[in-house]
T-cell receptor, first 112, second 116 residues
Framework: GAGVSQSPSNKVTEKGKDVELRCDPI?????LYWYRQSLGQGLEFLIY????????KSGLPSDRFSAERTGGSVSTLTIQRTQQEDSAVYLC??????????FGPGTRLTVL | AQKITQTQPGMFVQEKEAVTLDCTYD???????LFWYKQPSSGEMIFLIY????DQQNATEGRYSLNFQKARKSANLVISASQLGDSAMYFC?????????????WGLGTSLAVNP
């Protein structure tokens, strides 16, 4: 079956613009996670969804970051008024058993 | 304080030899899970192995095994019979189960190079 997909694969934007990153999880996976990976670093947790609700938003770095999930499936991470420090690879993962998380290929965001 | 510590920024191993990648963790939660992921240069994050804090035996998955020493709070990854395709970044991660937490906390990774 299909794995986790993310779009776009690359996004270059100007400082101050808004961006939307999309994640399509594996069908049937109720849990969805967003992480951020800066160059040469480990992953930083952003937000977790169980179904359409987000029990844990503790990793969102500022109120410029928001995410939603509809129909228990697709999720969108929105970054408003992007800053250069937002440049990173944004990774989405999904899981059905809270153990193994399956990751998508990521979206590489570059803010100029 | 770092919750996950990977002390080896880079490691080299000769093809067909075994290698151990170190990971220590810090938690007061009695229930937790430990994970290892591989990230090749292509960027995808690949799950390798999982160990639950209450598991009595060390986890094994093919050439991967997790040397779980609970009292020392260490969860080292052992790769046997290294292959050239094992060259990648390796990340250790932990999930603390208190409060139905589901997020993973990650180490900074170890870069493994397998030499022919």
């Amino acid at each position: 079956g299909a794995g986790v997909s993310q779009s776009p694969s690359n996004k270059v934007t100007e400082k101050g613009k808004d961006v939307e990153l999309r994640c399509d999880p594996i069908s049937g996976h109720t849990a969805l996670y967003w992480y951020r990976q800066s160059l040469g670093q480990g992953l930083e947790f952003l937000i977790y969804f169980q179904g359409n609700s987000a029990p844990d938003k503790s990793g969102l770095p500022s109120d410029r970051f928001s995410a939603e999930r509809t129909g228990g499936s697709v999720s969108t991470l929105t970054i408003q008024r992007t800053q250069q420090e937002d440049s990173a690879v944004y990774l989405c993962a999904s899981s059905h058993n809270y153990n193994e998380q399956f990751f998508g290929p990521g979206t590489r965001l570059t803010v100029l | 304080a770092q919750k996950i510590t990977q002390t080896q920024p880079g490691m080299f191993v000769q093809e067909k030899e075994a290698v151990t990648l170190d990971c220590t963790y810090d938690t007061s939660d009695p229930s937790y899970g430990l994970f290892w992921y591989k990230q090749p240069s292509s960027g995808e994050m690949i799950f390798l192995i999982y160990q639950g804090s209450y598991d009595q035996q060390n986890a094994t998955e093919g050439r991967y095994s997790l040397n779980f020493q609970k009292a020392r709070k260490s969860a080292n990854l052992v790769i046997s019979a290294s292959q050239l395709g094992d060259s990648a970044m390796y990340f250790c991660a932990m999930r603390e189960d208190a409060g139905n937490n589901r997020k993973l906390i990650w180490g900074l990774g170890t870069s493994l190079a397998v030499n022919p």
